[in-house]
């Protein structure tokens, strides 16, 4: 099972614009946090795709992968977000 062409043109640019997203909420330099956060979405929608098709998953299965990511992320940059304006951790 490998990745196809067209997956990427999905998995490339929502890694960019989430990893520029995430840069823009952290402090320090931009562009080292943007680098960072697009190879690591990068690499999970990569194993994602992969985890979907060896599981042989159809549509039901896609969306609770992605309903279950979404949320998780939501809830850490919501929690992230939260501590950083209370606390200022």
């Known amino acids: ?21 995430l840069s823009s909420l952290q402090p320090g330099n931009w562009l080292i946090g943007f680098t960072s956060f697009s190879f690591l979405f990068l690499l999970s929608f ?6 979907f098709r060896w599981a042989g998953g159809g549509k039901t299965l896609a969306w609770i992968l992605a309903i279950t990511f979404a949320l998780r992320l939501l809830v850490g940059v919501s929690l992230y977000v939260f501590m950083e304006a209370f606390f200022h951790v």
């Open 46 to 51: 990569s194993l994602f795709t992969l985890a």
């Open 1 to 21: 099972m490998n990745l196809k062409k067209t997956d990427f043109l999905w998995i490339v640019p929502l890694a960019l614009v989430l990893g520029a997203g």
